[in-house]
């Protein structure tokens, strides 16, 4: 028994057209849409009348995905409390990225939450923390030469 690899990441959204316009401008790009509905559905999910809308983006040249999921029925709580950086459970995504105060400088003019400017971690990263729609914790990172 073994691991082969991690196939995707879920992140549950009410906007999902707003998540998804986020992602492609960080450079991710649409691999798939679908929706699903049905009791095989819900089964999987282990809700009752489960319907979704979905959508897969990923890297240009990898295989993992973040899945962007928008639940119609059952809804969703409506008032979502934003997790901090030390929220238990899972808390952020990390992009390995080229020109990290070029994509920083982007976010800014789209109004994205920038928690810190860039730090620099020793003589091997330049870092910095994001806050995308729906309270979605990014860090960026890159890697110093």
Not at 127 to 143: F, M, N, S, T
């Amino acid at each position: 028994m073994k691991i082969n690899r991690m196939d995707h990441v879920s992140i549950n959204v009410n906007d999902l057209s707003e998540a998804k316009a986020f992602f492609l401008e960080l450079g991710l790009e649409v691999k798939a849409e679908w929706e699903l509905e049905g009791e095989q559905l819900s089964r999987i999910v282990g809700l009752n009348h489960a319907k979704t809308a979905c959508v897969g983006l990923g890297m240009p040249d990898g295989q993992t995905w973040i899945e962007l999921v928008k639940f119609y029925s059952p809804t969703g709580e409506k008032d979502i409390q934003q997790p901090l950086a030390n929220t238990l459970g899972i808390r952020h995504i990390c992009f390995n990225v080229e020109d990290i105060e070029g994509i920083i400088a982007k976010l800014k003019k789209r109004g994205t939450e920038i928690f810190s400017e860039i730090q620099q971690y020793e003589d091997s990263y330049k870092l910095c923390y994001v806050r995308g729609p729906e309270g979605i914790i990014l860090e960026l990172g890159e890697k110093i030469n």
